[in-house]
C-alpha cells in the first residue's frame, strides 16, 4: 500500500513532469506526496558533473529553493487536494535522495529523466542509476518526453512487462506492481533463454567448441513455461481481474526479445540486486531496456535473498499440477 511518494525535483520543467505521474498514484492510493529539492554547491573550478559539498550554504539560494518547493506544493494542494510535504536537502544528489525516502519512510520514490532520446546520464539519468542501486524503496522512472515528442499520460498501467529469471529477487518486483497498475491491465512474464549446447572437445587455443542441443533447449523451454506459469496462476487468484500471459522465448541476445516486447507495453518492471556501478537484474540487458523502451519503468532493488532458480526449489507435485492445469 502507497502511503508516502518522493519525488525529487531540479527545478527543471522535465523533473517536474514526474509530478503528474506522482499525483495520478497519490489519487488512486489516497497517498502524501513528498517534494525534495537537493543543492549541491559546487566550489570554484569543480566539475560540473562531479560536484563537491562544501561547508556551509548560500541562505540566498536556499531560501529561493524552499519559495520554488512551496509553489510546487500549493499548485498541487490547489489542483489535486491531495496532502504535499516539502523538503530541501544539502550533499550528493543521489545520496541525498535516498536517506530521505528512508528518514521520511516513503513507499515509493517517482522520478523523471532528463533523456530525450533514450536514458540520458545527465542530472537524473545517474542520479537515477544510483538511487535504483542503493534505495531500498522501488523507483518509478518516467519517461518525460515520448519517442514522437510527446508527452506521455500518467495513467496507471494497463500493458505491463515483467522479465523474469526464475530467482526469488526477479519475482519480488511483483509486490511493488498492485499499486501501479490497473486492475484491469495486462501483464506478460517473459523468460528468455539461451540456446543448449553440448561441447565436443577443447580447441588448441583452449576454447571449447560446441554443437547445438535441440533436445536440451526445448526442455529448457518446457521448465520455464511451467515455472512461468505457475507464477503467473499465484498471480492470478492476487489479481483476478487483470490478464496474465506467459511466454518463453529462445535467443542468442536476450535484450533484443525483451526490448521488442517493451515497444507494446506502456510499463515494464524490473528487478535488481544492486551491484557494482550499473548491475541490475539482467545486466547490460536491463541498461539497454532502460535506455531503449519508450515505456516507463518500476525498478526496485532486492535485499540478498537465497538466488537458487524457482524451478529448482518447486517440490515435484508442484511441477505435476502445474503441467496438467
Not at 505521474?21 to 537537493?38: D, P
Not at 515497444?263 to 541490475?280: F, N, Y
Not at 531503449?292 to 524457482?310: C, D, F, H, K, N
Request: a negative charge.
Amino acid at each position: 500500500m502507497i502511503r508516502k511518494i518522493l519525488v525529487p525535483l531540479d527545478q527543471s520543467e522535465l523533473a517536474e513532469r514526474a509530478i503528474v505521474q506522482a499525483v495520478e498514484l497519490a489519487k488512486s492510493a489516497g497517498a502524501t506526496i513528498r517534494l525534495l529539492n537537493v543543492w549541491t554547491p559546487m566550489p570554484s573550478g569543480a566539475s560540473e558533473f562531479v560536484p563537491m559539498p562544501v561547508a556551509g550554504t548560500d541562505d540566498r539560494v536556499r531560501v529561493e529553493r524552499l519559495r520554488y518547493l512551496d509553489r510546487m506544493a500549493d499548485w498541487i494542494r490547489d489542483g489535486t487536494g491531495l496532502p504535499v510535504e516539502t523538503a530541501m536537502a544539502t550533499g550528493f544528489v543521489a545520496e541525498c535522495i535516498t536517506e530521505d525516502a528512508n528518514a521520511a519512510t516513503v513507499d515509493v520514490i517517482v522520478m523523471s529523466t532528463h533523456g530525450r532520446t533514450g536514458w540520458s546520464r545527465m542530472w537524473i539519468g545517474s542520479v537515477a542509476d544510483a538511487v535504483v542501486r542503493h534505495s531500498d524503496r522501488p523507483v518509478f522512472l518516467v519517461r518525460p518526453v515520448s519517442v514522437d515528442g510527446r508527452v506521455p499520460g500518467a495513467t496507471r498501467a494497463r500493458t505491463v512487462l515483467v522479465p523474469l529469471d526464475g530467482t526469488p529477487a526477479s519475482e519480488q518486483v511483483l509486490e511493488s506492481l498492485a499499486d501501479v497498475i490497473d486492475p484491469t491491465a495486462h501483464l506478460l512474464l517473459l523468460h528468455v533463454v539461451s540456446p543448449a549446447a553440448t561441447p565436443l572437445h577443447v580447441s588448441s587455443i583452449g576454447v571449447p567448441l560446441t554443437v547445438p542441443d535441440e533436445a536440451a533447449t526445448v526442455e529448457l523451454v518446457r521448465t520455464r513455461r511451467v515455472y512461468l506459469e505457475a507464477v503467473a496462476a499465484r498471480l492470478r487468484e492476487e489479481w483476478p481481474r487483470a490478464t496474465i500471459a506467459t511466454r518463453v522465448e529462445v535467443a542468442e541476445v536476450p535484450a533484443r526479445v525483451i526490448i521488442a516486447a517493451a515497444a507494446d507495453c506502456d510499463l515494464v518492471a524490473l528487478a535488481t540486486h544492486g551491484r557494482g556501478p550499473s548491475r541490475l537484474l539482467l545486466g547490460s540487458v536491463t541498461d539497454k531496456v532502460l535506455r531503449g523502451t519508450p515505456a516507463r519503468l518500476l525498478v526496485r532493488r532486492m535485499q540478498e535473498v537465497e538466488e537458487i532458480p524457482s524451478w529448482e526449489r518447486m517440490p515435484a507435485e508442484g511441477w505435476v499440477d502445474a503441467l496438467t492445469e
